[in-house]
Structures are given as C-alpha cells and as structure tokens.
C-alpha cells in the first residue's frame, strides 16, 4: 500500500463526523432533483463502468450509489448470476435507490445505508465503481475499508471532478464552488485520485470534460493486506 498526505492521515474521528454531516445536509436539499442534474456526466459514468470489465457472476459495488443511476449498468454487466451493492450514507437519496430496486424487481441487487469508513459486506467484491464520490476518496479510513473487501485483482474505476489544467486556471475558483456544493471535504481537487491510488496498482488517469473530469482505473494489488 502506498502513503497518504499527513493533512489527511491526521483526521481524527471527529472531523470524518463532520465532513460526513454535511454532506448528508447538502444531498437532503439536493435528493428530489439529483437525477436531473446528471446527465451532462452520463457519457463518463458508461465509461467508468466499461473500465470495470464485468462480466457475469462477478459481484460489484457501487460506492456512494445515490439514487441508483448506475445500478442498472452494473447489473448488465454482471447478469443474473451477479449480484450489484450499492452503499450510500443519504437517507434520502438511498430511498430513491431502493425504489428504484423495488421498481424494477432486481432480485441481485442490494442497497445499504450506511458509511464508506465502516459499511460491511457479506461476500468479497470482484470490483468497484466510485463515481463522483468526492468525500469518499478524500478519506483513508474509507477506502481502506472498502478495499479491504475486494479479493486482489479487483479492478477500480474512479470518476469525479478536477481542477482545470493550469492555463483554465481562473475557471477553478467555480470547479471549487461547484465541488462544494455537495461535498462536505471540497479540497483536494488537485489530484482527487491520489489516497485511492496509494491503496491500487497499475494506476492509469484521463482526462474528462476538457480537464476539469478525470477517470482513474487501478487494480487492488495481489498480496494487499486484508483487515
């Protein structure tokens, strides 16, 4: 496993409370029209769960599911035989998904309410979506144990928002006020990637949206440590 930023290592309980806190308090405002907001990144969300490679019986988890618009991908990809997590710590977006479950009668789909730093699974996960998951990544207690329940060789694919290349460098101060709008930890938006990357292998990074997007894919490394 790879290191960490210190200013990120050094979060205590209390501070990960408190990002988490307000970030359940800005999708409580924003759950009822979240799904409109997301199409001009539906192309990247393909994208990244094209990058997971999945196939049937394989078992995925979608990590800050939301209200569920990647669920029905995901299930695509690992067919009847599968079975799709989605974990989100939003009451009220994670009602969405549920209906959205119930809806459609998936029978190998399964939504959780509940923390990325201390969500359990009941059996080891093959890959994992982060899509726009900006509070998640940021956390090392979170993707420790998210990864710790992927067997080695997972594959991860990660999309979210970056800052501009550095001659769009004005256009940053609204990508920061974008990101925070939803996010209770906006920083970091540099290198969004970079404590998920510590925890992977065979790391690769695009670019998406004319540099203000970025799609990273890894491996969770044969021999990672398992808690």
């Not at 906006?186 to 998920?196: D, N, S, T, V, Y």
């Amino acid at each position: 496993m790879g290191s960490h930023p210190m200013s990120w290592a050094r979060i205590d309980d209390a501070g990960e409370e408190r990002i988490r806190a307000e970030s359940i308090a800005k999708y409580r405002r924003r759950a009822a029209g979240y799904d409109r907001t997301c199409g001009p990144t539906w192309p990247i969300r393909e994208r990244a769960i094209a990058a997971l490679r999945l196939s049937p019986g394989m078992r995925v988890l979608d990590v800050g599911c939301g209200t569920g618009l990647s669920l029905a991908l995901l299930r695509e990809g690992v067919g009847d035989s599968g079975h799709v997590y989605g974990v989100d710590q939003s009451p009220e977006m994670t009602a969405r998904a549920l209906a959205r479950v119930r809806e459609r009668g998936w029978r190998n789909v399964s939504v959780i309410q509940a923390c990325a730093q201390e969500v359990r699974l009941p059996r080891q996960l093959d890959a994992l979506l982060f899509h726009y998951t900006h509070d998640i990544l940021r956390s090392p207690t979170a993707m420790r144990n998210l990864l710790s329940m992927a067997r080695p060789g997972a594959r991860v694919a990660i999309a979210g928002v970056k800052y501009f290349p550095a001659w769009l460098a004005p256009l940053n101060v609204w990508v920061y006020f974008k990101n925070a709008a939803y996010n209770g930890a906006p920083r970091g938006l540099r290198r969004p990637w970079e404590i998920a990357a510590g925890f992977l292998a065979e790391v690769s990074v695009a670019p998406t949206q004319f540099g203000m997007g970025y799609l990273a894919v890894g491996k969770v490394p044969v021999g990672a440590k398992r808690e």
